[in-house]
């Protein structure tokens, strides 16, 4: 092969790359549990759906799963019904008002242990039929579980939920400390819930940056903030996203900056995945390690 074909090839290749779409995987974790990560889950991805954005939420809280409650609908399926081979995956998926699908975690991925290749390899493939979406978003239980920190390890970023309170903090900073020491991910971000305002919540974000740069030796990104709005609690009540109800408040303003930041970062850092089959394939290879 010549040198103008070879660069002809080149030119192609990067064509094809550039025209592949491509499949964002977010993991949203906290290191305490009732910091705001379901909350937050429900309004950023309304808020992403809003843009245009095809968004599915993975509820992979096993055993406390409440993303559908939320935006007000019951499963009465889960990921665990597909793997029994009694459900498939397009019929466990739940469609909200805006948009926005849910994909019911269940109990647990323990289920794949017993599963067989073939039918690992057919469940995959079921994956196929859901290639328009663009963004997937786990909601997570608290801590540094197995289960947690698998979904941690595959994800394109990860966010991590605190507030300012002290637990909330030391709690976070262990599970980034785990992150670390692991080599887990090293694409961080933090979000400062409950807070009173802006500076407020850089001060807390300064602490926890501080505690790890100077233990772990290690940068955290900053990805901003959402306030204390009492209101949260009505729109739980009422099983509707908050953003959708109350467009014009400072939550809302703080979930668009924040929607803002995390689709420049997603511009700047490409995704590891193409597709959501892709992500499943390697999902279903770290829990079966
Ligand atoms: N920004 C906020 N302002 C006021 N209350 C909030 C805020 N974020 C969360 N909450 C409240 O905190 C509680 C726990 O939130 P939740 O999203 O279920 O946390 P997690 O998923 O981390 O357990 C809920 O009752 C919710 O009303
Ligand atoms: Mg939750």
Same mark, same amino acid.
């Given at each position: 092969m010549d040198q103008a074909q070879r660069l002809r090839q080149l030119v192609e290749r990067k064509k094809q790359e550039l025209q592949q779409k491509r499949f964002k995987v977010i993991t949203v974790s906290s290191g305490?549990? #009732?910091?705001?990560k379901t909350s937050f889950v429900v309004n950023f991805a309304t808020a992403l759906s809003k843009r245009g954005l095809k968004v599915c939420v993975l509820?992979?809280?096993?055993?406390?799963?409440n993303v559908d409650i939320m935006f007000g609908c019951m499963s009465k399926f889960s990921i665990i019904d597909v793997l029994e081979g009694n459900k498939s995956i397009d019929e466990i998926i739940l469609k909200t008002i805006d948009g926005v699908e849910i994909m019911p975690g269940g109990? #647990?991925?323990?289920k794949i242990y017993t599963i067989d290749e073939d039918k690992k390899n057919q469940i995959i493939s079921q994956f196929d039929k859901l290639n328009d979406y663009d963004i997937l978003i786990i909601d997570t239980g608290a801590g540094a579980s197995e289960n947690v920190l698998k979904f941690i390890e595959i994800a394109d970023e990860v966010i991590v939920i605190t507030n300012s309170e002290p637990t909330a903090l030391t709690d976070a900073y262990s599970l980034i400390k785990i992150i670390y020491l692991n080599n887990l991910n090293s694409n961080i971000n933090i979000v400062v819930n409950r807070a009173k305002n802006n500076q407020d919540a850089e001060e807390t974000f300064n602490k926890i940056c501080y505690t790890v740069k100077t233990f772990i030796g290690k940068n955290i990104k900053y990805l901003g903030y959402i306030v204390e709005d009492i209101k949260i609690g009505q729109a739980i009540k009422k099983q509707t996203p908050y953003v959708l109800e109350h467009p014009n408040t400072e939550f809302t303003l703080c979930i668009n900056k924040i929607v803002a930041k995390i689709m420049g970062i997603e511009e700047n850092n490409k995704s590891k995945y193409t597709s959501f089959r892709d992500y499943i394939t390697k999902l279903f290879k770290a829990v079966g390690k």
């Open positions: 305490k549990g #009732g910091v705001g509820d992979a809280d096993f055993g406390m799963a109990s #647990g991925l323990s």
